[in-house]
C-alpha cells in the first residue's frame, strides 16, 4: 500500500492510536465523529487508542511522509467532531446541550482583514466533546446566547478575549461574566509568546494549522478546510485552562489572574467618530509638502468612500505606497496615472477619473487652508521625575526577572512614569492611582516604593 520507505514515527503514531487503515475509502467518508484527541501525543497520557478512527489510505500516506512535527495535528484533525450551526432551528438543540456545563471555549472570527465593515462572521464554542461552528451572518439573533454567556455557573473560555468581547458586544449585544483567559494566564505563569499556537505548542505539545489565519470569514459559503480550522481555535481551551490554573495556583497567582480577568469582562466596544486627520498618521506623510497633504486627505476620502462602497478594506482598495506616490506627484491624466507602482489597469479604468478628480480637489486648496503636521507638543522637563522614572524601571526589571514575567505585563512604562510623577507616600496611595491593578501593588508594590523612598 505504502510507495517509498515509510516514517517510521508517523507509522507508530497511527498504531498507537488504533487507527484502521482502509484502503480506497473516500476521505471524505473517514473520521469517526465524536472523537477528539484528548491531549497532546508527545505527553503519552490519552487512552491508549481511539476506536474504531478510520482514515483512508491516502490520508494514512500523507501522515506517513509528512514531517512528524506535523502528523499530530493531522490526527487531530481528522479526528476533529463540530456541528456547524447555519439556521436559527439549530440553535435551541445548541443552547440546550450547553445546559449544565460548568465550562465552554469560546472563540470569534471576524473579517476586518477583508471587509471594509470589520464584522463578527463566526462564533465557535466547545464545551466537552462538543463543537459548535455558530454562523452570525445567516443567524443574526444569538440573544439565546445571553444567558449561558451571563452565567457565572459557566466559565468561558478564552484566548486574548479583548476583540472578541468588543465584537460580541457591538454586534450581537453579548456581554461575558465568569470570564478565563488563557493568553492572560499563560503571562502570569511567565511564557513570552502568547499567541494560541504557540500556547498550545509549548503546553500541549500540538502543531496548529495556520493556512486560514488571514482568510475572508465573512464569505459564504466557508470550505471545509476553514470550518477546521476554525474548530481548533477552541477545543484545546479547557485543556489549557487546567494546565495553566494548576501552574497558577502552584506559584500562588490565581488571585492575580482572576483579578484580570474580572477586569477584562468589563471590555465593551466603543464607538469613535472618525477622525478627520486620519490621513497625517500615514506613514511617510510626513514627507509630504502640505500641498502634497491636501492631495493626500482628497485621495484617502475617496479610497474610504471606495471600501465602503465595495465592502473592502481600504489597503485592498488602493495601497499606501500609491497614495503617497499620487500625492508627491500629482498625476494629471490617466496615462500619469499608469506610472505609479500598485495601481491596476482595472482600477483605472473603473476609477481613474474618481481618483483624478480627488488630485484636482486637492491641488485647489487655497494655500491658507492646506494641512499642516501640529507642532510637537512640548513637555517641561522635570529631572527628578525623570531621575524616578529610569530608577523604578531598573527595579521593575529586577522584579521581573525574580518572578519569571514579562516586564512589560507586570507594569508597563507608560504606569511607571505615571507612578513616578505621582510620587505616592504609601501602597496605599500607589493603589489609588487609576489603572493600577490590586495584584501589581501585591507583586512589585514594596520593590516601587523602595524606589521612590530613595529618591
Known amino acids: 500500500m505504502w510507495s517509498g520507505e515509510a516514517n517510521g514515527q508517523a507509522a507508530e ?3 498507537y492510536y488504533g487507527l484502521t487503515v482502509q484502503a480506497g475509502q473516500p476521505e471524505e467518508e473517514t473520521g469517526k465523529r465524536g472523537s477528539v484527541l484528548p491531549i497532546s501525543l508527545a505527553t503519552r497520557e490519552p487512552p491508549g487508542h481511539l476506536p474504531g478512527l478510520c482514515v483512508s489510505s491516502r490520508q494514512a500516506e500523507a501522515l506517513l511522509f509528512r514531517p512528524v512535527s506535523s502528523v499530530e495535528g493531522s490526527l487531530l484533525q481528522a479526528a476533529m467532531d463540530y456541528e456547524y450551526i447555519q439556521n436559527a432551528g439549530q440553535l435551541p438543540e445548541v443552547i440546550n446541550r450547553l445546559q449544565g456545563v ?3 471555549g469560546v472563540d470569534t472570527e471576524a473579517a476586518g482583514y477583508h471587509r ?3 464584522r463578527i462572521s463566526l462564533i465557535q464554542i466547545s464545551a466537552g466533546d462538543r463543537n459548535f461552528i455558530i454562523d452570525p451572518i445567516t443567524v443574526p439573533d444569538l440573544s439565546a446566547l445571553g444567558p449561558v454567556f451571563l452565567d457565572p455557573g459557566v ?22 461574566h465568569s470570564l478565563f483567559d488563557t493568553q492572560v494566564a499563560a503571562a502570569f505563569v511567565g511564557e513570552r509568546q502568547l499567541g494560541l499556537g504557540a500556547v498550545v505548542e509549548k503546553l500541549l505539545g500540538l502543531v496548529l494549522p495556520k493556512a486560514y489565519q488571514r482568510a475572508d470569514w465573512a464569505e459564504r459559503p466557508l470550505t471545509e478546510g476553514m470550518l477546521d480550522y476554525a474548530a481548533t481555535d477552541t477545543i484545546h481551551l479547557a485543556e489549557l485552562r487546567e494546565l495553566l490554573l494548576v501552574e497558577l495556583r502552584r506559584l500562588g497567582r490565581e488571585g492575580w489572574a482572576r483579578e484580570e480577568f474580572t477586569r477584562r469582562e468589563a471590555t465593551r466596544w466603543e464607538r469613535t467618530e472618525p477622525d478627520p486627520e486620519a490621513f497625517l498618521r500615514m506613514k511617510g506623510a510626513r514627507d509630504l509638502t502640505p500641498r502634497g497633504l491636501a492631495i493626500l486627505r482628497e ?4 479610497r474610504e468612500s ?12 488602493l495601497a499606501n505606497q500609491s497614495m503617497l506616490e499620487i500625492s508627491l506627484t500629482a498625476p494629471a491624466d490617466r ?5 505609479i507602482q500598485g495601481i491596476s489597469t482595472g482600477l483605472i479604468d473603473r476609477r481613474g477619473d474618481a481618483m483624478l478628480a480627488a488630485v484636482k480637489r486637492g491641488l485647489a486648496v487655497p494655500e491658507a487652508e492646506l494641512p499642516r503636521f501640529r507642532p510637537s507638543r512640548r513637555w517641561e522637563r522635570d529631572p527628578a521625575v525623570e531621575e524616578r522614572a529610569e530608577r523604578l524601571r531598573t527595579l521593575r526589571n529586577t522584579r521581573a526577572e525574580e518572578l519569571n514575567m514579562d516586564a512589560g505585563f507586570l507594569i ?18 500607589l493603589a489609588a492611582i487609576p489603572d493600577v491593578r490590586n495584584w501589581q501593588v501585591e507583586a512589585v508594590g514594596d520593590t516601587l516604593m523602595r524606589g521612590l523612598k530613595s529618591s
Open 13 to 15: 503514531l497511527i498504531r
Open 299 to 302: 485621495m484617502w476620502a475617496w
Open 412 to 429: 508597563s512604562r507608560a504606569m511607571l512614569d505615571e507612578i513616578a510623577r505621582r510620587n505616592p507616600d504609601s501602597l496605599t496611595e
Open 102 to 104: 460548568t465550562e465552554i
Open 335 to 339: 496615462a500619469a496615472l499608469r506610472k
Open 155 to 176: 466559565e468561558k473560555i478564552f484566548h486574548d478575549a479583548d476583540f472578541d468581547l468588543r465584537i460580541l458586544h457591538r454586534d450581537l449585544g453579548l456581554t461575558v
Open 116 to 118: 471594509y465593515h470589520d
Open 306 to 317: 471606495v471600501g465602503e462602497e465595495r465592502d473592502q478594506a481600504t489597503f485592498r482598495v
